[in-house]
């Protein structure tokens, strides 16, 4: 294999990897900060319903 | 209510200030009031004062040549002074290309006697002017629905009703505006430096799938009333093709930031005025009396070709 090749393809997934870690990390944040307090009550209702919508 | 005024003043100031950076105050020389091109081969200078007639019509005193090409000099055909002395045209010897920015030299500006030293003048076109063709350019001349024939599942799904067409529009417009930033910021500062721009079409899907992701999160708190109108849409433009082409469109055609968001914003104007269109339409033939084989969708997709022939017409045209 072409060495050029090679590392392009390693700083490509090094870059990458780093992108998608830091955008997943802010987007984990996000969730966390404006988290919407769902009623329980919900889902167990639509669990005992018979759900064929 | 107070507050609420002194808000709109202060959004007002800023606006106005926003407008005067964009169109920038030209006062490069204090003698000269504004320099614009004229008609294909002319500029004309505009002073603050009368100029005196045998120095302005000395072909020497004006130096004229292409911001990119300063060995390049052009050629000068005639000068011509107005009546009240401030204004003079330059005419070329051949047509000016006014998409790019030009250069003129005015030297030892003589005015009633005294001199009022040598300008160094750009001339260029109004910026904001393009800006607003491109904005329109996007929008209706090269309409994403009608003339690319792109993002037409969701155009034909969300069309049956005007309510429907108008949230799943403005959704649309919101989610474009911001993961075509984020892919033109990405594009320029990351894939550009890295040269890594064959992946382009990788990571702008996955900038467009957590814009959608991020605007869901936070409209979800921030407010309630306004997620649940956009409810289902808001997922549904993850699978429209317009999205992910208009960074594709930003990453070939190097527009700046400015530039970029007039193309988006554009883009989801064009798609919103497509869908409005065409829900008006097919409301109306509700209740029309169509033959049964052509019910539904058939009808529609006639419909589509029809509102495609008719922007068609716009085709071509240009702007500014």
Same mark, same amino acid.
């Given at each position: 294999?072409? /060495?050029?090749? +090679?590392?392009?393809?390693?700083?490509? #997934?090094?870059?990458?990897?780093?992108?998608?870690?830091?955008?997943?990390?802010? =987007?984990?944040?996000?969730?966390?900060?404006?988290?919407?307090?769902? &009623?329980?009550?919900?889902?167990?209702?639509?669990?005992?319903?018979?759900?064929?919508? | 209510?107070?507050?609420?005024?002194?808000?709109?003043?202060?959004?007002?100031?800023?606006?106005?200030?926003?407008?005067?950076?964009? *169109?920038?105050?030209?006062?490069?020389?204090?003698?000269?009031?504004?320099?614009?091109?004229?008609?294909? &081969?002319?500029?004309?200078?505009?002073?603050?004062? /009368?100029?005196?007639?045998?120095?302005?019509?000395?072909?020497?005193?004006?130096?004229?040549?292409?911001?990119?090409?300063?060995?390049?000099?052009?050629?000068?055909?005639?000068?011509?002074?107005? %009546?009240?002395?401030?204004?003079?045209?330059? *005419?070329?010897?051949?047509?000016?290309? %006014?998409?790019?920015?030009?250069?003129?030299?005015?030297?030892?500006?003589?005015?009633?006697?005294?001199? %009022?030293?040598?300008?160094?003048? *750009?001339?260029?076109?109004?910026?904001?002017?393009?800006?607003?063709?491109?904005?329109?350019?996007?929008?209706?001349?090269?309409?994403?629905?009608?003339?690319?024939?792109?993002?037409?599942?969701?155009?034909?799904?969300?069309?049956?009703?005007?309510? *429907?067409?108008?949230?799943?529009?403005?959704?649309?417009?919101?989610?474009?505006?911001?993961?075509?930033?984020?892919?033109?910021?990405?594009?320029?500062?990351?894939?550009? /430096? $890295?040269?890594?721009?064959?992946?382009?079409?990788?990571?702008?899907?996955?900038?467009?799938?957590?814009?959608?992701?991020?605007?869901?999160?936070?409209?979800?708190? +921030?407010?309630?009333? #306004?997620?649940?109108?956009?409810?289902?849409?808001?997922?549904?433009?993850?699978? &429209?093709?317009?999205?992910?082409? +208009?960074?594709?469109?930003?990453?070939?055609?190097?527009?700046?930031?400015?530039?970029?968001?007039?193309?988006?914003?554009?883009?989801?104007?064009?798609?919103?005025?497509?869908? $409005?269109?065409?829900?008006?339409?097919?409301?109306?033939?509700?209740?029309?009396?169509?033959? /049964?084989?052509?019910?539904?969708?058939?009808?529609?997709?006639?419909?589509?070709?029809?509102?495609?022939?008719?922007?068609?017409?716009?085709?071509?045209?240009? =702007?500014?």
């Amino acid at each position: 294999m072409d /060495p050029i090749l +090679v590392t392009s393809a390693l700083i490509a #997934l090094a870059v990458l990897g780093c992108i998608g870690l830091l955008f997943g990390i802010g =987007l984990a944040l996000a969730a966390q900060k404006f988290a919407v307090k769902a &009623n329980p009550k919900v889902e167990e209702v639509l669990e005992v319903l018979a759900g064929a919508q | 209510m107070k507050k609420v005024q002194r808000q709109s003043v202060f959004l007002a100031c800023f606006l106005l200030a926003g407008l005067f950076l964009l *169109t920038g105050c030209d006062s490069e020389h204090r003698f000269v009031k504004r320099t614009a091109f004229k008609g294909t &081969n002319q500029i004309v200078i505009t002073f603050a004062g /009368p100029v005196d007639e045998p120095w302005a019509k000395k072909l020497d005193h004006y130096t004229v040549y292409e911001k990119s090409d300063p060995d390049i000099l052009l050629g000068l055909a005639g000068v011509a002074l107005s %009546q009240d002395k401030a204004t003079v045209t330059l *005419t070329f010897r051949e047509t000016l290309n %006014q998409e790019q920015p030009h250069v003129l030299a005015v030297k030892e500006i003589m005015s009633q006697g005294t001199s %009022q030293g040598t300008a160094l003048l *750009t001339v260029k076109k109004a910026y904001l002017g393009y800006l607003l063709s491109v904005l329109l350019g996007a929008m209706i001349i090269k309409n994403f629905v009608f003339t690319k024939y792109l993002g037409l599942c969701v155009f034909f799904g969300t069309s049956q009703k005007k309510s *429907t067409a108008v949230g799943m529009g403005v959704t649309f417009t919101l989610v474009m505006v911001v993961s075509a930033m984020m892919s033109w910021f990405m594009y320029q500062f990351v894939l550009k /430096p $890295f040269r890594l721009d064959f992946l382009q079409i990788v990571v702008f899907i996955g900038l467009v799938s957590l814009s959608v992701q991020a605007v869901d999160t936070i409209l979800r708190k +921030v407010n309630p009333a #306004l997620f649940k109108a956009f409810g289902v849409y808001l997922v549904l433009v993850i699978a &429209n093709c317009i999205i992910l082409a +208009v960074p594709l469109i930003l990453a070939n055609s190097e527009y700046n930031a400015l530039e970029s968001l007039m193309l988006a914003v554009g883009a989801g104007g064009g798609f919103l005025i497509a869908l $409005f269109l065409m829900s008006s339409v097919r409301e109306r033939l509700e209740v029309a009396n169509v033959p /049964p084989t052509y019910r539904g969708l058939p009808i529609a997709f006639i419909t589509a070709g029809l509102f495609a022939l008719a922007f068609m017409g716009f085709s071509g045209m240009s =702007l500014f």
